[in-house]
T-cell receptor, first 113, second 114 residues
Framework: DAKTTQPPSMDCAEGRAANLPCNHS???????VYWYRQIHSQGPQYIIH???NNETNEMASLIITEDRKSSTLILPHATLRDTAVYYC??????????????FGKGTLLTVNP | NAGVTQTPKFQVLKTGQSMTLQCAQD?????MSWYRQDPGMGLRLIHY???????DQGEVPNGYNVSRSTTEDFPLRLLSAAPSQTSVYFC?????????????FGEGSRLTVL
């Protein structure tokens, strides 16, 4: 199973871009990268996922390096409400759509006023 | 749209007692799962199901039972609670087609075993 490595914590100023890194050097060719976040005491929330190409949605952008060994989640204009633990997950395939997501410890992003 | 609903939100048990954590979803999702989250650790998968009548074990299944008699409901049973089962429990669901990969989580059930 491909594992991910994330810094335990990061700070960001409100209104600035937050760039959260993730290393997944053992990722295999058919494994997706997912990002979720968990605001204090709430259930995790899906943000974005990707395979090879960069992805963007209304919440964030995902930049995956060409060798796929690392990725960066970008929150373009961080707000105080973005303070949360961010999880980078590599999807473990387990037979078709019957896959499981393994959550590590994530990165605690603190957005400061 | 209620999404994923977990009950109870808080529960205190004595060692050896049994209880059931309820999870219901109204999105017609085939896949449902239970995670537990302990301080300083990520979420760990307990059990999951890909449809009514089908369940399987995750990383930490010992001490927990599940069943899936309907698409909507996926209860988690603790037959004889132990202090090591003190944790926050999250239920999550997703469809097996369509919006690929997005797990929808409930708000959590906080269990304390004395």
């Amino acid at each position: 199973d491909a594992k991910t490595t994330q810094p335990p914590s990061m700070d960001c100023a409100e209104g600035r871009a937050a760039n959260l890194p993730c290393n997944h050097s053992t990722i295999s060719g058919n494994e997706y990268v997912y990002w979720y976040r968990q605001i204090h005491s709430q259930g995790p929330q899906y943000i974005i996922h990707g395979l090879k190409n960069n992805e963007t949605n209304e919440m964030a952008s995902l930049i995956i390096t060409e060798d796929r060994k690392s990725s960066t989640l970008i929150l373009p204009h961080a707000t105080l409400r973005d303070t949360a633990v961010y999880y980078c997950i590599v999807r473990v395939a387990s037979g078709g759509s019957n896959y499981k997501l393994t959550f590590g410890k994530g990165t605690l992003l603190t957005v400061n006023p | 749209n209620a999404g994923v609903t977990q009950t109870p939100k808080f529960q205190v048990l004595k060692t050896g007692q049994s209880m059931t954590l309820q999870c219901a979803q109204d999105m017609n999702h085939e896949y449902m799962s239970w995670y537990r989250q302990d301080p300083g650790m990520g979420l760990r998968l307990i059990h999951y199901s890909v449809g009514a009548g089908i369940t399987d074990q995750g990383e930490v299944p010992n001490g927990y039972n599940v069943s899936r008699s309907t698409t909507e409901d996926f209860p988690l049973r603790l037959l004889s609670a132990a202090p090591s089962q003190t944790s926050v429990y999250f239920c999550a669901s997703r469809g097996l087609a369509g919006r690929f990969g997005e797990l929808f989580f409930g708000e959590g059930s906080r269990l304390t075993v004395l």
